[in-house]
């Protein structure tokens, strides 16, 4: 292999919905550089972050019945009981959920945690504070998804955070959908949570880093009560 194609090897691809965005922030650019050198080179850096934000590497997902797999990339913030919102249906009753914050330097394409078949999607506008807050999962805009699986309905909620101002969804109701396939994305910063069935025991903890489609959550085939974490 030459080395520009090794080099090529190592650049991820750009999701298609970052092109408008990043050709904005080129032509930028190219605008601040004739006004002045020291603002172009600005606009150059943020140009790619932006096609940073927008990558969309091959993720290698274990495909085995029973395991649940991270949504997005990022940090796990939370891990706990809480109660779903109403417009999933999942009772009202607190259910074992996992929270992954994902800030402005994380991939922010979004897979689904398992393979099943899409029964609701529900939308609901909401404020933008930070997304790292837990009350982010009741006030902030977010988009719902409930997938049914033979293990149970996970839950899976798209929230807006500070800086994001759009969430997109591919996918539509009824639709059947495999585990680590993409299903959505999130312009620019914020949070997913994972709603599992009661009893479920989270692989992770507080903390850990957590990476879209290969990460796994929870495992509904094993006999594991749970595990004990150490950080150093």
Not at 197 to 213: D, M, N, R, Y
Request: glycine letters at 10%; a positive charge; charged letters at 20%.
């Amino acid at each position: 292999m030459s080395i520009a194609n090794s080099i090529r090897a190592q650049i991820p691809p750009i999701h298609p919905e970052g092109y408008p965005f990043i050709g904005g922030f080129a032509l930028a650019s190219l605008i601040l550089f004739w006004i002045w050198t020291p603002l172009g080179w600005l606009g150059t850096l943020l140009t790619i972050w932006c096609a940073l934000f927008f990558r969309d590497p091959v993720r290698v997902t274990p495909v085995r019945d029973g395991i649940v797999v991270s949504p997005a990339d990022g940090r796990v913030s939370m891990v706990g009981q809480a109660l779903p919102p109403a417009e999933l249906g999942l009772g009202d009753r607190p259910l074992p959920r996992v929270s992954i914050f994902m800030s402005v330097f994380n991939c922010h394409v979004n897979r689904a945690p398992v393979a099943g078949r899409i029964d609701r999607i529900a939308y609901r506008p909401g404020a933008f504070i930070n997304a790292e807050l837990d009350k982010a999962s009741e006030d902030n805009e977010r988009n719902s998804l409930v997938i049914s699986t033979p293990n149970g309905r996970i839950g899976v909620i798209q929230i807006a955070g500070l800086v994001a101002r759009r969430i997109v969804c591919f996918v539509k109701e009824g639709q059947s959908i495999g585990a680590g396939e993409r299903f959505g994305l999130i312009r620019f910063g914020s949070r997913l949570d994972v709603y599992f069935p009661e009893g479920t025991k989270a692989l992770v903890s507080e903390g850990q880093t957590a990476v879209a489609g290969e990460t796994v959550l929870a495992d509904f085939r094993a006999p594991d009560p749970g595990r004990t974490f150490r950080a150093d």
